[in-house]
């Protein structure tokens, strides 16, 4: 492939490319459930009683190859499944699953449907239906169950008409990931096997975009084009210009990989603190949801994602396997770490916390909000980060997404503080809080602007669309204008402003977040060697005109 002009001898697509780095592979697509065919008239109803048979033993064999592979990477501690506890509690999950598909009395039920008369995929649909209606009937954890039944139906509905399996796909190589989108669940759980993503839909702050940033894997979103591009073609996929490469050959794209592996040893290589060119240190800091993210190279956590840890589960983490999961980020993190209090709400998720459904979630009970409903969650929590800082002896801030005024910003310092924690935050996510930084900072000791919200919430745009991504750009005068606002509270008051949203990471703008007074940058490990080199090339005074010139 030329170095100029990312095309393969297929074509290119273009979208919005999300996460840096280049990847050439195979092009997987995560399928969708099936859609069950009108049921066809039998001929052999032994044979279709044999297929469904067939269909749910190809469904069991593949949950256990995969909670087999799970353990291994959990033992291993591989980056893969979403770092080595994950793993081994995706190995549960999956053991489970696979037992309940091997289900004698499953079994049975769409043999006799099938000897019925109905085809195997219908066999197979009405043999589910009655377990999940049973299991529902039950109520209380097993009710909660009745989801994994669906999941595991379409599975075998799949298996039985011939098609690919619903979810993840697993091909047994590495290859390029392509869906219409994908939940923080899908992302979390991408194997070591996944080179790079496309996504159909998607914006630049969502939370695909967030987590492909978190492992390194270059990504593209908004390419819908990419949905006509058969299994199998191989591309190049550019995640800085969003740029794909179709129909490479083996050789070309095996030269992409080894450009790619040169280019990040190449950055790796610098390290040291963040400073300008003239010698004006900024912090640079981490973005993580887990232990697994934590890379060495910053200066800190900046942004600990918490709810990241609990995105799939069900049931609430108690407050040993809470205190546990914080204890090993703080013992493997270098530098003091920053805990973000769980954001769960909108395209977060928590299921586990039962929140209500809501009309228009990203203006409802999302972040610290959550604490106006379930007031025992963030105590819980504080608790356990507390404890977990007190176990290891480490350099622990926590800060509370969705702060809106003063008053909510003085409730959370005085409950951070009274469960131990000195040094007390809060994320500007909202205009309010933005233009009342001088009044948060007489409760709090820092802020942190997380600009994925904060251009959310300005310009009133989805940050997971992608047709207004013009909106959603860093770069808007209005947003800027906050951040400076931010910046000058903090200089007036003497305690740091950092920026810890997607923002942060990208090299062309990172200069004139510090050019407008910001003191920390915290963005995923994969951008700290991009973000070090922008800032090493230019002086204050460049990244103030710089600044200058955006405003204006
Ligand atoms: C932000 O909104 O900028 C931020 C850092 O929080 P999140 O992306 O997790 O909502
Ligand atoms: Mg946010």
Redesign the pocket.
């Known amino acids: 492939m030329p170095e100029t002009g990312w095309a393969g001898p297929g074509g290119r697509l273009s979208g919005l490319g999300v996460s840096q780095g280049r990847a050439a592979g195979p092009l997987v697509r995560m399928a969708g459930p099936p859609s069950l065919p009108a049921p066809r008239p039998v001929a052999d109803p032994e044979a279709e009683a044999a297929t469904a048979v067939k269909a749910l033993e190809a469904v069991t064999a593949d949950l256990n190859r995969r909670a087999a592979a799970a353990r291994t990477g959990a033992s291993a501690g591989a980056g893969g499944g979403g770092g080595a506890g994950a793993g081994g509690e995706a190995a549960e999950i999956l053991e489970a699953l696979a037992m309940i598909a091997d289900d004698p009395m499953l079994r049975e039920e769409a043999e006799t449907r099938a000897r019925g008369g109905a085809d195997a995929a219908h066999a197979l649909e009405a043999a589910f239906n009655g377990h999940r209606d049973a299991l529902a009937a039950l109520g209380g954890y097993l009710a909660e169950r009745a989801a994994d039944l669906d999941d595991l139906k379409h599975r075998a509905v799949a298996a039985a008409l011939g098609l690919p399996m619903p979810g993840l796909p697993d091909p047994g190589h590495p290859y390029v990931l392509v869906a219409g989108d994908l939940s923080p669940a899908d992302t979390a759980g991408l194997g070591p096997d996944v080179l790079a993503l496309i996504t159909e839909r998607g914006g630049p702050t969502s939370h695909t975009a967030i987590l492909a940033r978190a492992r390194g894997l270059p990504a593209v979103v908004a390419c819908p084009a990419v949905a006509d591009v058969p299994d199998g073609t191989i591309v190049g996929v550019d995640g800085a210009s969003g740029e794909i490469a179709l129909g490479l050959t083996p050789e070309q794209a095996a030269e992409v990989m080894e450009r790619d592996r040169a280019e990040r040893a190449r950055l790796a290589a610098a390290t040291g603190p963040g400073r300008t060119a003239d010698g004006h240190p900024v912090r640079l800091l981490a973005n993580i949801g887990s232990a697994a993210d934590l890379r060495p190279g910053a200066e800190g956590v900046g942004l600990f994602r918490t709810e990241f840890l609990f995105l799939d589960r069900k049931q609430p983490p108690s407050p040993e396997e809470q205190t546990a999961a914080y204890a090993e980020v703080f013992e493997r993190a270098e530098g003091p770490v920053i805990v973000r209090t769980l954001?769960a709400g909108t395209d977060k998720p928590l299921p586990f916390l039962g929140l209500p459904e809501e009309p228009n979630p990203a203006l409802g009970v999302r972040?610290l909000r959550v604490d106006r409903l379930l007031p025992g969650v963030l105590d819980a929590q504080l608790a356990a980060i507390a404890e977990a800082a007190r176990v290891t002896g480490a350099d622990v801030r926590v800060m509370a997404?969705?702060v809106t005024t003063p008053a909510e910003a003085a409730g959370f310092a005085r409950r951070a503080r009274a469960a131990g924690i000195a040094q007390v935050g809060v994320?500007v996510?909202v205009p309010a809080a933005a233009l009342r930084a001088a009044e948060l900072l007489r409760e709090v000791d820092f802020l942190s602007i997380?600009t994925?919200?904060l251009a959310q919430y300005t310009f009133a745009a989805d940050r997971q669309h992608p047709a207004l991504a013009d909106l959603l750009d860093p770069r808007q005068p209005a947003l800027l204008g906050l951040i400076e606002a931010c910046a000058a509270a903090g200089r007036e008051a003497g305690k740091p402003v950092g920026v810890c949203?997607e923002a942060a990471g990208d090299p062309a703008v990172a200069p004139l977040l510090v050019g407008l007074g910001v003191t920390s940058l915290s963005m995923a490990p994969s951008c700290v060697p991009l973000v070090r080199e922008a800032l090493a090339g230019l002086t204050l005074e460049e990244c103030r005109e710089l600044a200058r010139e955006a405003l204006a």
């Open positions: 954001d972040g997404p969705m994320m996510e997380g994925n919200d949203g």
